[in-house]
């Protein structure tokens, strides 16, 4: 199951910004469309619909709500504010590196990629545990690239207890999203001190 979603931070985007966009925009909205039900009211007899009154905050929170579904996904939108996307799933090839620089062993997982426009979901899955987010930021590089670090908690599966630790771990990625892969570095901590690689191909849109 994947876990919940968590705040993220970027670097260069000032969230704030687009709340005050929004306020205005609800501001200008509600007074308009209460006229408009008003208006539609005497032309059509329903006379219940003139006694609705539009609130602000109730534009506010759908703007919001659609701001954070939806419209910051939209191409153009997203580089205006300085968003990257980098919902949808993800084939990895990881190596595990030994403390001499040797590649100790190779790993295949998924990793799935749930985002909103303020909060992200990453969870990672190998056939032996799975692992998710609880911090995460993210920063645009001179390249145009985009690099993601977070944080992350393991849990073995349950056939795997017994071979496995549960740790935590930090991971690194550097994203270019037109093109659909990654590349980046990982360390465990915590109950498993292992470091290594992953090449990251997109597999699946979200």
Request: hydrophobic fraction near 40%; include cysteine; charge should be neutral.
């Amino acid at each position: 199951m994947q876990k919940s979603f968590h705040p993220y931070a970027i670097f260069d985007h000032k969230r704030q910004t687009v709340g005050r966009l929004l306020g205005i925009t609800s501001f200008i909205l509600a007074p308009a469309l209460s006229s408009l039900l008003m208006n539609f009211s005497l032309l059509t007899g329903l006379e219940f619909l003139g006694a609705f009154v539009v609130s602000t905050s109730i534009i506010y929170l759908g703007l919001d709500w659609i701001f954070d579904n939806i419209l910051w996904k939209i191409g153009f939108i997203g580089k205006l504010f300085s968003i990257p996307n980098y919902s949808g799933k993800w084939a990895i090839s990881g190596k595990t590196i030994g403390e001499s620089g040797d590649i100790k062993f190779k790993w295949a997982a998924v990793i799935t990629i749930l985002q909103k426009w303020d909060a992200i979901s990453i969870q990672l899955k190998t056939d032996q545990s799975q692992s998710y987010s609880y911090t995460a930021t993210t920063l645009k590089l001179p390249d145009n690239n985009w690099q993601i670090s977070y944080s992350y908690s393991n849990q073995p599966n349950l056939e795997h207890v017994h071979d496995l630790q549960s740790h935590n771990g930090f991971c690194e990625l550097i994203f270019d999203l037109e093109g659909g892969t990654a590349s980046g570095t990982y360390f465990n901590s915590h109950g498993r001190r292992t470091n290594g690689n992953l090449s990251l191909t997109k597999i699946m849109e979200r």
